[in-house]
């Protein structure tokens, strides 16, 4: 009796979730038989996903797991075959209701694929936990990937409810669909391809792919039509501080595009030394606090999550380099956008990647997951640090 429980409770969670959308949505404008179907929908594409996987597993016996297959081997099967598949099923779970007349607000777009996702996040943590029924760490895994499945599939559905008038994918939808594919592939490497001490690298994406879905919401919220009431949780959301505070989305990408003007590479190249300069400093802070605190770097085991204290004492003196760097950069240059300071922080984190390749390729796992929460810290520093004229 308790082995039933331990698989099918957690795996009730994200039905709990979409109850919740459910209650808080307009129910006038999505019915909610049309968000159940698609929540069915994406159950449905995970059994179909799981069985493929399955079938690709046997022929060419690759894995998720880097225990069973190797790093390569484990990263080649991810990044070629499952999160594609995975995030093209969710695509297909939210076709139906996409081309339909119930799919007519921006907003529209990160509701059903959230449906979708919660769906098929149902199906994959009850067969996840059921083949696994000894050990916490697996129910933390599931729980781990939940949100995860919601942001991928909120990535490319932002592209939907900007299209939401044509029916048609907008041009936009192929990048998002690809970057949600390469997240997930990252991602789910660090939950279910490594050791439970990788689960400290999903902190950071985790960070950015909500920061995103709220830059996501409150951009689809201002293309929706004024007389349209949109639902009362995203009015909720968008009351809060978090969300009403920081610039809009349309406004960093107009603090980060010049036109009419060359960009200035010389600040552009001189960030990025300034940029890998902050990074040494603050490595060198974390090595000589973690000195002081008598912390032993050398206990580090991905297979043990009470040892990645040091790693992310080591992360957070790398990232608090960025938003210096940044703010720094913008100072100096005194240019009008943050298109240098960005363009430098991404010409050092691909440096620090490329060097990372040669020399600890293990390490360069960590460092992907790392790098967007790193750039968004940048251009945080620079947004503050920019001229106000």
């Not at 698989?7 to 709990?16: A, D, F, K």
């Not at 902050?278 to 090595?287: D, H, P, Q, Y």
């Not at 950069?329 to 430098?344: V, Y």
Request: proline share 6%.
């Amino acid at each position: 009796m308790l082995g039933w429980i331990r698989w099918i409770g957690p795996s009730l969670v994200p039905v709990l979730l979409l109850l919740l959308v459910l209650y808080y949505s307009d129910r006038r404008k999505e019915p909610p038989w049309v968000v159940l179907s698609t929540f069915v929908l994406g159950g449905v594409a995970k059994g179909v996903t799981t069985y493929m996987e399955l079938r690709a597993s046997a022929w060419t016996g690759l894995e998720m797991s880097v225990q069973s297959a190797g790093t390569a081997g484990s990263l080649l099967f991810l990044f070629g075959f499952v999160a594609p598949i995975r995030e093209a099923a969710k695509v297909a779970a939210t076709w139906p209701v996409f081309r339909s007349r119930y799919f007519g607000e921006p907003l529209d777009g990160l509701l059903y694929p959230t449906a979708a996702a919660l769906g098929f996040a149902t199906i994959e943590n009850a067969l996840t936990l059921r083949a696994h029924p000894v050990g916490w760490i697996w129910i933390l895994r599931t729980l781990v990937a939940l949100p995860a499945h919601v942001f991928f599939a909120c990535a490319w559905g932002y592209a939907l409810g900007r299209a939401k008038r044509i029916k048609r994918p907008g041009a936009i939808f192929p990048a998002a669909w690809f970057v949600a594919t390469a997240v997930h592939g990252l991602y789910m490497h660090l939950v279910y391809g490594r050791g439970p001490g990788a689960l400290v690298g999903t902190i950071p994406l985790l960070l950015a792919m909500g920061v995103a879905t709220i830059f996501a919401i409150r951009e689809l919220k201002a293309r929706a039509d004024r007389s349209s009431r949109a639902s009362m949780i995203l009015e909720r959301v968008s009351s809060l501080y978090v969300v009403s505070s920081p610039p809009s989305l349309g406004t960093v990408r107009e603090a980060l595009r010049r036109e009419g003007q060359p960009i200035t590479f010389r600040w552009v190249l001189f960030g990025a030394l300034v940029t890998i300069g902050a990074m040494t400093v603050g490595l060198g802070l974390s090595i000589a606090f973690g000195h002081w605190a008598h912390v032993d770097f050398s206990v580090v085991d991905e297979h043990d999550v009470s040892t990645t204290a040091p790693v992310a004492l080591l992360g957070a003196g790398i990232l608090l380099a960025f938003p210096v760097s940044g703010y720094l950069i913008a100072r100096a240059s005194n240019l009008p956008t943050m298109l240098e300071p960005a363009l430098a922080s991404g010409l050092a984190i691909l440096i620090t990647l490329v060097l990372l390749g040669f020399a600890a390729p293990v390490a360069l796992v960590f460092a992907l997951a790392f790098s967007p929460i790193a750039w968004a810290l940048a251009c945080a520093g620079a947004w503050v640090g920019r001229p106000t004229s």
